[in-house]
């Protein structure tokens, strides 16, 4: 095979091949970049790191969280009002306040389907109204 | 021929670069002294040192200007209630830490702007939680007015608001101190690539001589 033949090859099959994995990599993701997860990388990801890896015992870890997975109706009330109260998260206590913030539904709602699918691996899409829905009954 | 010439015009540049990185600044209005020198009035001027101080650590030790004498350090304030910017600071300072952990030249003081409620049992648990225990980091407190007269000195800002999360408001800057107690580098104790420069510039400030 002479190199202009390589080339003509390369040409008609290999970079339709590259274009289409591509193409298929964005839908099989559903969306290029989440809209939560650009929330969650510049008001969470400080404290709670990119991973939600946490920092030692002072922040919790989100990866897995057992305690999140048991209080799924109270995150709507957490991202807005903040923690002042203790929690145990794979048995360790932390006692550091979570500070409240000027989060709306629709930005909440989104930040909660990140985690969900990234942290929680809870299969469960949730949405503005939902979220309106248990801010009534924050502590 | 050409080539040479550029390789040496290159090589000065490189050169120059070196030098430059090796000077770090010194932070701090001068003072102006008068002084007799071989029978002459000459005016030099002396570089800002920081006061003398004294503060309480974790484990109930006195931590004061001779802890920290001859050796370089780094300062930041924070509370141990803060909920928002201090855990991101410490796992930067424990960058620092895990990077000078056997350095005895280098001392970590992490002053509390909330002295009051953070007691010293508090700070050893704030310590436990880190998952450290370290002679090289002091988390000090003391008299509140004391520390915010010295965060002053170290020319940054800390104050009482009731209206701030946690009630207090900071920077989150990390200061850096030379062996006289001279400031040398504030760096963004949140930001990575801030952090990183510390760390670049501590190495640049432990090969300065002490008599320098």
């Known amino acids: 095979m002479s190199s202009k033949k390589i080339l ?18 964005i839908y099989s993701h559903g969306t290029i970049i989440h809209p939560g997860k650009a929330l969650f990388k510049a008001q969470c990801s400080q404290c709670h790191g990119e991973d939600g890896e946490g920092i030692k015992a002072l922040v919790p870890p989100l990866q897995n969280s057992d305690y999140a997975l048991r209080n799924l109706d109270s995150i709507p009330c957490w991202l807005k009002f903040g923690i002042n109260h203790p929690v145990i998260v794979h048995d360790t206590v932390y006692d550091q306040p979570m ?14 389907n990140f985690m969900n699918r990234e942290f929680f691996k809870y299969d469960r899409e949730v949405n503005p109204e939902w979220v309106k829905e248990k801010w009534k009954n924050c502590k | 021929m050409r080539k040479t010439v550029l390789i040496t015009v290159l090589f000065c540049i490189a050169l120059q670069a070196c030098n430059w990185q090796s000077n770090l600044p010194v932070y701090g209005p001068k003072t102006a002294v008068t002084k007799t020198e071989n029978g002459k009035q000459v005016i030099d001027s002396l570089d800002y040192v920081l006061p003398p101080f004294q503060f309480v650590d974790q484990d109930s030790n006195v ?3 001779s802890t920290v004498k001859g050796k370089i350090y780094v300062a930041d304030f924070f509370f141990t209630s803060c909920p928002s910017i201090c855990p991101k600071m410490m796992k930067e300072m424990l960058l620092v830490r895990d990077k000078y952990k056997d350095n005895k030249d280098v001392v970590i003081l992490s002053y509390s702007i909330d002295p009051v409620r953070d007691s010293v049992a508090r700070l ?50 990390f200061i850096l101190v030379d062996r006289k107690g001279r400031l040398r580098g504030y760096y963004d104790g ?23």
């Open chain 1, 99 to 112: 500070y409240p913030s000027e989060i709306d539904e629709v930005q909440t709602a989104n930040v909660i």
């Open chain 1, 8 to 25: 003509q090859f390369i040409a008609r099959f290999a970079i339709p091949i590259i274009i289409i994995l591509f193409i298929y990599n």
């Open chain 2, 63 to 65: 931590v004061n200007t």
């Open chain 2, 190 to 212: 949140t930001n990575e690539q801030s952090v990183q420069k510390l760390l670049s510039e501590m190495d640049i400030l432990l090969k300065e001589k002490n008599n320098e």
């Open chain 2, 124 to 173: 050893k648990i704030y310590e436990t939680k880190l998952g450290i225990t370290s002679a090289q980091w002091h988390f000090l407190t003391g008299n509140k007015d004391s520390i915010y007269y010295l965060a002053n000195k170290y020319l940054v800002s800390a104050s009482e608001d009731p209206s701030a999360p946690g009630g207090h408001i900071h920077d989150g800057n």
